[in-house]
């Protein structure tokens, strides 16, 4: 019996970006705030029991450095799968954009096999899982407003950011993020960190402060045009206009649905469109809707004891 599953793959912005210095690992130490948003990928999977153990992918972008792949992987050995999985990506997020696009299919992958292999795991075994695909596919696990910290897998729930309308604008450019954190890594300084890591606490207790994202400093450099594009933004009255993770889309946050569809309006530009913020409470709820048939308990993502 082939048990099949639609999942969503939302896409992330950052709310707020700080990178602190290089570590002994060679990745570089983070202060991030990670948002769901309303921009998803969606995953189709079929797992049929069998002796042999086949993963095919079937993705009309063929996209080279399959994540899903190795995420499927991964489970097999872990949980011992035996059988037959089928997967169909649908990509609507587009890649080298800071959108988590890759990452957030692997955690989707994480998330949706085991249930419909029939063998439950544990989050700590997905997180530990997650870590070895990449940076930023743990918080894709949980969703909604975290801060990551460390390599930016290490995250802690912060309560829902406030109701805000958002406009997305992705300039088609690929932003490779070894070479930001290449071009970054000489620039930051002992000093900097200190002050990065003050401004970084008194933003999630809600100092005042403003958000940043350092990678705009280099990227800016190499790509005029998406300064001017911050620029544009904000003049359509963006509260927050900002790139997201090493670049290239940019997002503006509005007050309301009338300023963002004002925004869109100004900006007049194919590549611009709305989104809305997910919070955690509607990300699980959209697993839970996806996976029902298969679920016996509402048994992931993990609800934390704190934020809802
Ligand atoms: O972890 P991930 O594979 O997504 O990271 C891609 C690259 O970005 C890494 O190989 C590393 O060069 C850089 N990186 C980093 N510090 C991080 C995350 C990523 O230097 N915290």
Redesign the pocket.
Known sequence: MTRRARVPALAKINLDLRVLG?RPD?????RTIFQTISLADSIELAFTPSRKPAIALDDPAAIPDNLVVRAAGLLFNALRIRGRLDIRLDKRIPMGAGLGGG?SDAAAVLLALPVLAGKPAKIEALLELATQL???VAFFLLGGTAAGIG??GELFPLPDTPRRAGVLVTPGLHVS??EA?RALSPRLTSELQQNKIFSFQSLTWGGGVSAANDFEAVVFEQHPRLAALKKRLIRTGAEVAMMTGSGSALFGLYPSRDDQHRALHLLGDAQAFPFSLVNRARYRRMWWQALAPYAAERMWPPTSRHPR
């Open positions: 290089k060679g990745y570089h130490e983070l990452s990449g940076s930023d390599r930016g993020t070894v954190y």
